[in-house]
């Protein structure tokens, strides 16, 4: 069985959760709030990752199918399995039309949509195909060039001065109701709650006893981070501007000039995105090879075509941009609750009942 470290289930966590956030100004419908409802969907996402790691410490050598099967039984548990392997390709067939979307728009204008995602499918299907290991180390290898990006334009930011603090007033100029509105089940579904694909990949953990402690700091410590560049990009653009941005961040990048030396700096932030929806779909990708897997009890390696064409078709299922942030900002994100809420919490019910009819 494959086996990863602590220090990489950290990192995989910290690119995996960064992902494709950046790219949207989350929690907008609050306006100058918006800050605020990521910090409350991030606390509330912790009490889910706080759910899921008990869930696991039930089994720690069970990866989801198998938590499923335990606790409902071989159909209806492989069933809900079954629902688990097409959320996970589904949503890792956004992150593919995200990644089609942003190259189209921001960078190779003329090149087919087709072709962009063709490729970086073809990436991920490698990397998947070569198993967990592989792509902890690439994800490793990413990592400080992603942490090096981010602090250079954070730092570019502060030197030109662009972030204005007034841009966050009036706090809570509405009230409370708001930030919960747009905390709730947005923000919380994307992307803190994703977090339940780690029931996937905990089981490939060698030191399962700090795989609670590994998990709680990296997500605390990523959730800051998010908060803190929603700060920073509703400092810059303002409430207004962001609400209507396609790509706050871009938008942010674009505006730098310094000394007319250093312009144009929206190559980073596209390296950035690409580093971040190349993680996310490749282990939401894993996370549907390894369930169907476990469901279907047959060879790892003949998972990873099948899901990988039915990735690949469901991204020509939208018509264009708007239709695709349209579906997965407002209707997606309306039931993926089901999964990272409902059935979780389903599972934490059955497992405390059985152990104490076992007790008694």
């Known amino acids: ?78 069933f809900i399995a079954v629902l688990y392997v097409i959320w996970f390709s589904y949503e890792s067939m956004r992150n593919v039309r995200d990644v089609g979307e942003l190259t189209t728009m921001a960078l ?7 072709i962009v995602m063709l490729l970086i499918l073809t990436a991920g299907a490698y990397t998947v195909s070569k198993g967990l290991e592989v792509f902890v180390r690439v994800v ?72 609670g402690r590994a998990s709680y700091w990296s997500y605390i410590g990523v959730s800051i981070f998010l908060i803190f560049m929603n700060v920073v990009v509703l400092c810059v653009l303002g409430p207004e501007l962001a609400a209507i941005t396609a790509l706050p961040l871009l938008e942010v990048v674009q505006m730098i000039r310094l000394a007319n030396i250093l312009e144009r700096l929206d190559v ?7 580093i971040g929806l190349y993680v996310k ?13 476990a469901v279907l009890g047959i060879a790892y390696r003949l998972c990873v075509l099948p899901i990988g064409l039915v990735i690949y078709g469901t991204a020509f299922l939208e018509p264009n941009n708007t239709y695709h942030l349209w579906i997965g900002l407002d209707i997606t994100l309306k039931i993926v609750p089901v999964f990272q809420i409902l059935l979780p919490l389903l599972l934490l019910i059955v497992g405390m009942r059985k152990k104490y009819k076992q007790a008694k």
């Open 1 to 78: 069985m494959q086996q990863i470290g602590k220090n990489q289930l950290s990192i995989l966590i910290i690119v995996f959760m960064i992902g494709s956030t950046p790219l949207f100004e989350l929690g907008i419908k609050a306006k100058q709030d918006a800050w605020l409802a990521m910090t409350v969907a991030a606390v509330a996402g912790l009490l889910l990752t706080f759910m899921y790691v008990h869930i696991q410490k039930r089994a720690p050598g069970a990866e989801l199918a198998e938590l499923l099967t335990m606790h409902f039984g071989r159909w209806i548990g492989g």
């Open 281 to 293: 779909m490749t282990a939401l990708y894993m996370a549907a090879v390894f369930t169907l897997k």
């Open 108 to 114: 190779l204008t003329s090149t087919p949509k087709w």
């Open 140 to 211: 490793q290898l990413l990592f400080p060039i992603a942490l090096l990006s981010y602090a250079f334009i954070v730092l570019l930011l502060l030197i030109t001065r662009l972030p204005k603090l007034t841009q966050l007033l009036p706090i809570l100029e509405n009230g409370i109701t708001p930030v919960l509105t747009a905390a709730f089940p947005d923000v919380l579904g994307f992307p803190f709650g994703q977090m339940v694909i780690f029931l996937v990949f905990w089981k490939h953990v060698s030191e399962k006893k700090i795989i």
């Open 268 to 274: 980073i932030v596209t390296l950035l995105l690409y």
